[in-house]
């Protein structure tokens, strides 16, 4: 059965940072895409970063390049976002996402997502 599912949420301070994980099972990341969502109070779910199984290449949503990382270790299955220079605008329910019973190998970008964790809450407050 594919799973994921996120942990490391929590309240943190504007300027902290979070790390995020996402464990991973019934798929190989080398085949899949995991990609990182978050959806802020009434608001919609938006893309955050993403991570291509095959070849491992990476993308950021705009408002978060350069102070969010994705990485990932294969032979713990496991996904991480780093989160560093946190803003309140960050402030939402952070979701870890997978393609795991689709196609292999295709870009991060272009997948669809059909597998979702429980989400999990970032709050960045003051």
């Known amino acids: 059965q594919v799973q994921v599912v996120e942990s490391g949420g929590g309240l943190v301070q504007p300027g902290g940072s979070l790390r995020l994980s996402c464990a991973a099972s019934?798929?190989?990341?080398?085949?899949?895409?995991i990609g990182w969502f978050r959806q802020a109070p009434g608001k919609g779910r938006e893309g955050v970063s993403c991570?291509?199984?095959?070849?491992?290449?990476?993308h950021y949503e705009d408002s978060v390049k350069g102070r969010f990382t994705i990485s990932r270790d294969i032979a713990k299955k496991m996904v991480y976002l780093q989160m560093n220079s946190l803003k309140p605008e960050d402030t939402a329910v952070y979701y870890c996402a997978t393609d795991g019973t689709q196609s292999v190998s295709r870009d991060c970008q272009t997948v669809t997502y059909d597998t979702w964790g429980q989400g999990t809450q970032v709050a960045v407050s003051s």
């Open positions: 019934g798929f190989s990341l080398n085949d899949h895409a």
């Open positions: 991570i291509t199984g095959s070849d491992g290449s990476t």
